[in-house]
């Protein structure tokens, strides 16, 4: 009788770890077949699920370093050093409304345990009833983790932070902040300005035409000054902004020339 009261507490237990919860998930815009498996993470209600298909993620430098070489990085592990910026991009293609190359359906989704913000996921379809989704813990985020994937969302706010500023400037607004430049060059439809940084000079390429357009399109950093400042010259260098899409190189700009963050 004990026995069997205790196996029946054993199941009780077990049956409560699992948890059935409405969900947002975002997919591809083709809709998921019954029994297809997706690896999916999970952050504050969204459930990001990705086709095993296209899983082409590699692990960042810093966490390949805690592998032996040759040693496989298990796709949990990858997926969720790479989380932030993943769900960053998602959320910030919502933000924009830009939905083209993804769909975003609300379903009941079964967890075998509680998710946690970040936490990976094995997902499988189970049709369009209650739950429509079936998800398998693969990795809920460690102490360390959290600690990891904090620090990756307080760089990402440090570069779209300096991305705006970067993207923000014009050349009457760099001089007004920086003082004139080494040396200036101009033509009928842009004008390339040279500053000294902490470690290397610093051209700024600005389209300026049509007027009164006035707007950084382009900067890098040079080794030496150039025998003719154009955008050749420019494109020359290394450390290449271009228009915003380099992210990380905003705050490299910032920190090599302090007085942009005025």
């Known amino acids: 009788m004990t026995r069997w009261l205790l196996t029946a507490l054993v199941i009780v237990a077990l049956i409560g770890c ?8 975002i997919t591809e815009p083709s809709n998921w077949t019954v029994g297809q498996h997706d690896y999916c993470i999970y952050k504050a209600n ?30 949990e592990d990858i ?3 790479r989380s932030p910026e993943v769900t960053n991009e998602v959320e910030d293609r919502l933000q924009r409304d830009d939905t083209k190359e993804i769909k975003v359906s609300v379903f009941d989704a079964k967890f075998s345990e509680k998710p946690a913000d970040f936490s990976i996921w094995n997902c499988i379809t189970t049709g369009l009833g209650s739950p429509a989704l079936d998800c398998k813990v693969m990795k809920q985020p ?69 007027e009164p357009k006035d707007e950084l399109d382009l900067a890098s950093s040079l080794g030496s000054q150039p025998a003719k400042l154009d955008h050749s010259a420019v494109l020359s260098g290394g450390h290449h902004w271009w228009g915003g899409r380099l992210e990380p190189e905003s705050a490299w700009f910032l920190k090599q020339l302090s007085c942009l963050n005025k």
């Open 18 to 25: 699992s948890t059935t919860k409405q969900v947002s998930v």
């Open 46 to 75: 969204n459930l990001i699920c990705i086709p095993q298909a296209q899983m082409k993620m590699t692990p960042p430098s810093d966490l390949r370093s805690q592998y032996r070489n040759g040693e496989k990085v298990p796709i």
């Open 79 to 81: 997926m969720l050093a």
């Open 142 to 210: 460690s102490a360390r983790d959290r600690q990891y994937i904090s620090k990756k969302i307080n760089e990402r706010a440090e570069i779209k932070a300096a991305t705006a500023k970067m993207a923000g400037l014009s050349h009457v607004i760099l001089e007004q902040r920086c003082g004139p430049p080494l040396e200036r060059s101009q033509d009928s439809i842009s004008t390339t300005e040279l500053y000294k940084g902490e470690s290397s000079l610093l051209a700024f390429h600005f389209t300026t035409y049509p």
